[in-house]
């Protein structure tokens, strides 16, 4: 190899380094970008939608209801509204999968206690047992803060057509026999918009816990796009 040769090949070398210098940054926050742009995958609107005959899509959500919580105070569906909200159904004298529900509320709780954009409720499916006095000794119980955690019960009409239209979640009220009381033992993602974003079954043993896994995720892919609209 001639000097000249050999001075040509160090100048492409010494090229290729200053452009490694300058790009090197340029890929790096591009893999980021693109690494985040992943993160925040839609999650599917769940239920029926409707598309107008302008093609504008009419997604599933929430109907309109008016309801009391455990400190006596009037929750309604504007008061989730603008909220990332998880909800589950419970009761406070339920002989079977209430307290793993609420258990694992409680750790959600703690998850997402410096999320201002988020919010817990757990809806009782026994309101006549289940007054704002009842249902506040039973959020003391599992560390709710009432402005992070909801507890909320009201008319049976009124919470049917919540479970039933709103979250899709079965229900089957008092009927004198605590033990017939019919509920849903999933959590439920619902968007700012109150649209329907996930279900999830959070229980006992692996399985519970890669579903708590995966809400923790959602939640965290439903953040991501309301800030990358």
């Known amino acids: 190899?001639?000097?000249?040769?050999?001075?040509?090949?160090?100048?492409?070398?010494?090229?290729?380094?200053?452009?490694?210098?300058?790009?090197?940054p340029i890929l790096i926050w591009l893999f980021i970008l693109s690494f985040g742009k992943h993160k925040c995958v839609p999650l599917p609107y769940l239920g029926e939608k409707t598309v107008t005959q302008s093609g504008d899509t009419i997604y599933h959500r929430l109907p309109s209801f008016r309801m009391t919580s455990q400190t006596g105070a009037v929750v309604t569906d504007d008061s989730l509204r603008g909220y990332i909200h998880?909800?589950?159904?419970?009761?406070?004298?339920?002989?079977?999968?209430?307290?793993?529900?609420?258990?694992?509320?409680?750790?959600?709780?703690?998850?997402?206690?410096?999320?201002?954009?988020?919010?817990?409720?757990?809806?009782?499916?026994?309101?006549?047992?289940d007054t704002p006095e009842v249902l506040?000794?039973?959020a003391q119980r599992y560390g709710a803060r009432p402005d992070k955690w909801t507890f909320i019960s009201g008319d049976?009409?009124?919470?049917?057509?919540?479970?039933?239209?709103?979250?899709m979640a079965p229900f089957a009220p008092d009927t004198g026999n605590r033990e017939l009381i019919t509920h849903?033992?999933?959590?439920?993602?619902v968007d700012k918009e109150l649209h329907v974003r996930g279900f999830y079954r959070i229980i006992?043993?692996?399985?519970?816990?890669?579903?708590?896994?995966?809400l923790l995720e959602h939640i965290d892919v439903l953040r991501c796009q309301y800030r990358n609209p």
């Not at 419970?90 to 999968?97: D, E, N, Q, S």
């Not at 692996?206 to 708590?212: I, P």
Request: charge should be positive; charged fraction near 30%; glycine fraction near 8%.
């Open 86 to 129: 998880v909800a589950d159904f419970i009761f406070t004298r339920c002989p079977g999968i209430c307290k793993d529900l609420s258990r694992n509320m409680a750790k959600l709780q703690e998850k997402i206690l410096e999320h201002k954009d988020i919010r817990l409720v757990s809806i009782s499916v026994d309101p006549q047992f």
């Open 136 to 138: 506040n000794e039973y």
């Open 204 to 214: 006992d043993g692996d399985d519970g816990q890669k579903e708590f896994k995966r």
């Open 1 to 24: 190899m001639t000097n000249e040769e050999s001075d040509i090949r160090r100048g492409y070398w010494r090229a290729a380094g200053i452009v490694l210098i300058f790009a090197g």
């Open 184 to 189: 849903s033992p999933l959590f439920f993602l």
């Open 156 to 167: 049976s009409v009124v919470l049917r057509n919540l479970a039933v239209r709103g979250y």
